[in-house]
């Protein structure tokens, strides 16, 4: 049982690239997010979904977008990346409102 | 909406010592506080969770208390030993919505030897 994957776990991009980071979880969770983490910032939800084909804003979108075509994936694009968005990304999923949340082990992106 | 204070931000504790971690929220409408624990190059973990229907809860050396009057929550931890060196982090959700769990900036936590 794998949990929740992220690829890629690092990524070296070019300011105004774009990429798109996967996420991937197995446990028939309904709801996916996307963190950023950077020091001193704690956790900042970027977007959710709260299941198959949705999507939401969170506290720090700009510059992000996202799509849930499927209930087991959540993809998280960067269509021109600039360094402001050199972070640490974590995807996490969840049942809603039974619990916390499981989180894949993060993809470290740096913006040159 | 939500807001949840966490400290200290960093915490250095002797092996074998207690450690405590203090958080309070703002909205008093949240009645779900998980503990996440991040040990370095991974993501957080969830360690404990508690129900505003519960003022303590323990699981080995780990504890949780809820103070819901003066809405603040804490972990202690017992018996610090080296692996507990990590990043804590602290959170509030309304379980009972759609809402999503709003994170504390996080706890460094090193045990010295």
């Known amino acids: 049982n794998a949990g929740v994957t992220q690829t890629p776990k690092f990524r070296v991009l070019k300011t105004g690239q774009s990429m798109t980071l996967l996420c991937a979880q197995d446990m028939n969770h309904e709801y996916m997010y996307w963190y950023r983490q950077d020091p001193g910032m704690g956790l900042r939800l970027i977007h959710y979904?709260?299941?198959?084909?949705?999507?939401a804003k969170g506290e720090v979108p700009d510059g992000y977008n996202v799509s849930r075509l499927k209930k087991q994936n959540f993809l998280l694009g960067l269509e021109s990346a600039a360094p402001s968005q050199t972070s640490v990304y974590f995807c996490a999923s969840s049942y809603g409102q039974i619990g916390g949340y499981t989180f894949g082990s993060g993809t470290r992106l740096t913006v040159v | 909406g939500e807001n949840v204070e966490q400290h200290p931000s960093t915490l250095s504790v002797q092996e074998g010592d207690s450690a405590v971690i203090k958080c309070t929220y703002s909205d008093s409408a949240s009645n779900y506080f998980p503990w996440y624990k991040q040990e370095l190059g991974k993501g957080p973990q969830l360690i404990i969770d508690?129900?505003?229907?519960?003022g303590e809860k323990k699981d080995q050396r780990i504890a949780v208390t809820l103070n819901k009057t003066a809405k603040h929550f804490s972990l202690h931890i017992t018996e610090t030993q080296p692996e507990d060196s990590a990043v804590y982090f602290c959170a509030a959700s309304r379980l009972n919505r759609d809402d999503k769990i709003i994170f504390g900036k996080g706890t460094r936590l090193h045990i010295l030897p």
């Open positions: 508690i129900r505003s229907n519960v």
């Open positions: 979904s709260v299941g198959e084909g949705t999507t």
